[in-house]
């Protein structure tokens, strides 16, 4: 299995409607996947649950990776994620991520601060809305 990236996580996840989300999930993520956004702490259902919010909200969108790092299973990087929103706001969250990749190339557990860079105040709990 060629290992996964954030870009080709994020793309299947959020920007490819016709991708079904648990064929998207298991693509990049194993099944003891865990997540660390902003403090808190959720597994791999607490993640498909805030992926599929987020696709529902979520119109069209685009990431672009700005560093980005893997030393062995270690991944790091700092992408700014943009996303119109169904009612046709724009917004802007930059993440910084740090995460452990299993053999597979699959993400194992995700560390990750969001910060929300441009757009309504109210899209910066897209990183974590359920």
Same mark, same amino acid.
């Given at each position: 299995?060629?290992p996964?990236?954030?870009t ?12 079904d989300?648990?064929e998207?999930?298991?693509r ?10 902003n403090?808190v702490w ?5 993640? *498909?649950a805030?992926m ?9 969108g /685009?990431?672009?990776?700005h560093?980005?790092?893997r ?7 700092? /992408?700014?994620?943009t996303v119109?929103?169904d009612?046709g706001?724009?917004?802007?969250t ?6 452990l ?14 910060m929300l860079?441009?757009? /309504? ?7 974590? *809305?359920?």
């Amino acid at each position: 299995m060629t290992p996964t990236d954030i870009t080709r996580a994020i793309n299947d996840l959020l920007f490819t409607p016709g991708l079904d989300l648990e064929e998207a999930v298991e693509r990049h993520f194993t099944p003891d996947y865990r997540q660390r956004t902003n403090g808190v702490w959720s597994d791999r259902a607490g993640f *498909v649950a805030h992926m599929t919010r987020l696709r529902s909200l979520v119109r069209s969108g /685009h990431i672009e990776v700005h560093e980005e790092l893997r030393d062995g299973p270690r991944y790091a990087d700092r /992408h700014t994620v943009t996303v119109e929103r169904d009612n046709g706001r724009i917004s802007r969250t930059e993440v910084y991520l740090f995460a452990l990749m299993a053999p597979d190339g699959r993400f194992r557990r995700v560390e990750e601060t969001t910060m929300l860079v441009d757009g /309504h105040p109210d899209d910066g709990n897209l990183g974590s *809305v359920k």
